[in-house]
């Protein structure tokens, strides 16, 4: 058997990513793990950026300590990207649905909304099919694009 992979951290190319880490840990409690500037290797992410070309790396934390993290790498020239939240509020093939879980999707909807997140799905109760197929998990679910169009989902276990 092959031992699985640990998936330690998502990055996004980004156009801010100052402004997106601000949003992360507003909304989320997130801290900053790693912040600096950098000169990028052109093999990775294959952007179409120079090899050498300056970027800004922003790593935030959750609770764990190796795992659960966000990078934001944003490039000082600009590069081709997409727009922040979909005109008809829609995700597309290929996007990431980023699921976070709270305690309290209430007082997490306050927080995005105030921090500038475009709320997609209000906070609303429903269920599915629980892990063993057994039963239903209840979940109170709250959906949203942060700043720059990335979609999250945060449900709360009720």
């Given at each position: 058997?092959?031992?699985?992979?640990?998936?330690?951290?998502?990055?996004?190319?980004?156009?801010?990513?100052?402004?997106?880490?601000?949003f992360?840990?507003?909304?989320?409690?997130?801290?900053?793990?790693?912040?600096?500037?950098?000169?990028?290797?052109?093999?990775?992410?294959?952007?179409?950026?120079?090899?050498?070309?300056?970027?800004?790396?922003?790593?935030?934390?959750?609770?764990?300590?190796?795992?659960?993290?966000?990078?934001?790498?944003?490039?000082?020239?600009?590069?081709?990207?997409?727009v922040?939240?979909?005109?008809?509020?829609?995700?597309?093939?290929?996007?990431?649905?980023?699921?976070?879980?709270?305690?309290?999707?209430?007082?997490?909807a306050?927080?995005?909304?105030?921090?500038?997140?475009?709320?997609?799905?209000?906070?609303?109760?429903?269920?599915?099919?629980?892990?063993?197929?057994?039963?239903?998990?209840?979940?109170?679910?709250?959906?949203?694009?942060?700043?720059?169009?990335?979609?999250?989902?945060?449900?709360?276990?009720?």
């Open positions: 058997m092959i031992e699985a992979a640990l998936l330690r951290r998502t990055t996004f190319v980004c156009v801010d990513a100052e402004r997106l880490a601000d992360y840990c507003v909304v989320f409690g997130f801290t900053r793990h790693y912040d600096h500037a950098l000169a990028v290797d052109a093999r990775f992410p294959p952007t179409g950026a120079p090899d050498g070309a300056r970027a800004r790396l922003i790593i935030l934390k959750a609770r764990d300590p190796t795992v659960g993290m966000l990078g934001f790498l944003q490039y000082e020239e600009a590069l081709p990207g997409r922040p939240a979909p005109a008809d509020g829609r995700v597309r093939i290929g996007e990431p649905v980023l699921v976070f879980g709270t305690d309290d999707v209430h007082a997490l306050s927080r995005a909304q105030r921090a500038g997140a475009t709320i997609s799905t209000p906070p609303s109760d429903w269920e599915v099919p629980s892990r063993d197929g057994d039963g239903v998990t209840r979940l109170r679910t709250l959906c949203f694009f942060d700043p720059e169009g990335h979609y999250c989902e945060v449900s709360q276990r009720l």
